[in-house]
């Protein structure tokens, strides 16, 4: 669209990037492309959709993905700041403002097209070393009250019945009478849990397999705009949910990333029983998302997906 390419050479303008090379890679919320420079250089951009205008959150996200990359235990993708050095550009459009941000280039292809017992180890010690920068710099950060908008504890879990109501002809009686028994049950277990420096704290909160990216035998995390504070059980979860409905030998590979995991910190849990409150909570927050999505290509690519989340639920709730 003309209106869109306007709004991306505006925003590059603002990094130097004149008559850059643009490439769209993803729409289902963000719009994001790849940005080559007329030097070859690559980037990748972060248009924010207009339902997104959390400046501060995005900014939040920025600081902390600058820190993880500072430390240089796990590859992600560094922020650019732009010619006012600032993290975030803002441009204004008819009526609106747009928020968008650039991050230097990662190379690699998506983790689910090769997930080698080498490659589960080396996805277990980039959580493990995610976990651990959290538990060592993020208490200062949670204590003002950091990505406030993204929690992923038991607010989020009451949050759910508001999006049930709402969708629950759709939904179906019995599946209405389940979501409603999994909210009670969770925002029990999460309270029997509770929240400490070492099991809670700035989780990445979207660790699928789309979100690690392997070069040669190299693993680098990206996407981390869900970010938020949760149990470190919550990363895990969502990654125990993929290997389950995605990977057919998913009991080698859970292994082979919790060996990984070790190498690099302790578990988060004795015994695997512990996640089944989180894969609950990852199955409701997936829910959430295709019912309430303003995207119909979330429905449309998602949608087969819903019987298995029902029967997940199902198999875990009281368990």
């Known amino acids: 669209m003309k209106e869109e390419q306007e709004i991306l050479q505006g925003v590059l303008e603002n990094y130097g990037l004149v008559e850059a090379k643009t490439q769209l890679l993803g729409s289902l919320w963000n719009r994001v492309y790849r940005v080559e420079a007329n030097n070859g250089h690559l980037y990748s951009l972060r248009l924010c959709p207009l339902a997104i205008q959390d400046r501060r959150s995005l900014e939040e996200e920025l600081v902390w993905l600058e820190l993880i990359a500072s430390q240089q235990q796990v590859r992600v993708p560094r922020p650019v700041r732009n010619e006012q050095q600032a993290l975030i550009t803002t441009l204004s459009t008819a009526g609106s403002k747009r928020l968008s941000c650039l991050f230097e280039w990662v190379e690699g292809e998506p983790a689910k097209e090769n997930l080698t017992s080498s490659v589960m180890r080396q996805i277990g010690q980039a959580v493990a070393s995610l ?163 303003p995207n119909p290509a979330v429905r449309k690519q998602m949608g087969q997906r819903l019987p298995a989340t029902f029967e997940s639920i199902k198999a875990r709730v009281g368990a």
């Not at 629950?168 to 999994?182: F, K, P, Y």
């Not at 190498?263 to 998302?289: R, S, T, Y």
Request: net charge negative; glycine share 8%; hydrophobic share 45%.
């Open 131 to 293: 976990h651990q920068i959290a538990r060592e710099f993020g208490g200062s950060f949670q204590e003002n009250d950091f990505r406030s908008g993204y929690r992923y504890d038991s607010r989020l879990a009451a949050s759910h019945r508001d999006w049930i109501e709402v969708h629950q002809a759709e939904i179906g009686v019995e599946n209405v009478g389940l979501l409603d028994a999994a909210v009670t049950w969770l925002i029990e277990e999460l309270k029997c849990i509770g929240e400490a420096n070492d099991n809670f704290g700035i989780i990445h909160a979207d660790l699928h397999f789309g979100n690690f990216l392997v070069q040669g035998e190299q693993v680098s995390v990206i996407d981390f705009d869900q970010l938020g504070c949760g149990h470190y059980l919550y990363d895990l979860a969502v990654l125990m949910v993929e290997l389950f409905t995605e990977v057919e030998d998913w009991a080698e590979s859970w292994e082979d990333f919790k060996e990984g995991y070790q190498q690099i910190a302790a578990l988060p849990f004795q015994e695997e029983k512990e996640i089944n409150p989180f894969v609950v909570g990852v199955n409701l927050a997936f829910l959430d998302w295709v019912y309430n999505s």
